[in-house]
């Protein structure tokens, strides 16, 4: 069964930093595309970041450039999402994302494969 996990989620103060971790299992990933999500409160689920399976190209969402990074190790079969700076409106549940779609895209109806998602609290 194919199933992406991530971790690295919790509380933390406004202007902290925090680093998820998406740990794909069941199969490798180093042949899609892959991408960070977040659900705030009563919102609807939205694009973060998206990195390239291959070459290192990425693509973040205007709230997280200059914020977040997004970055994988394909020899681990890992995706990173680095936040710095993070701010109350941060606060979301987290989600990583793999995408067999060629080109980095925002669009979740992209992205075949989920995982259960992280909470991520930032207190002012």
């Known amino acids: 069964q194919v199933r992406l996990v991530e971790f690295g989620g919790g509380l933390v103060q406004a202007g902290g930093s925090l680093r998820l971790t998406c740990a794909p299992s069941g199969r490798t990933f180093d042949s899609y595309n892959m991408g960070w999500f977040r659900r705030a409160p009563g919102q609807e689920r939205v694009f973060v970041a998206a990195?390239?399976?291959?070459?290192?190209?990425?693509y973040y969402a205007d709230t997280a450039e200059g914020r977040f990074k997004i970055s994988r190790d394909n020899a681990k079969n890992l995706v990173y999402l680095q936040m710095n700076s993070l701010k109350p409106e941060d606060t979301a549940v987290y989600y990583c994302a793999a995408s067999a779609r060629a080109g980095l895209t925002a669009d979740s109806g992209d992205y075949g494969y989920w995982g259960q998602g992280t909470q991520v609290t930032v207190s002012s």
């Open positions: 990195h390239s399976y291959s070459g290192g190209a990425t």
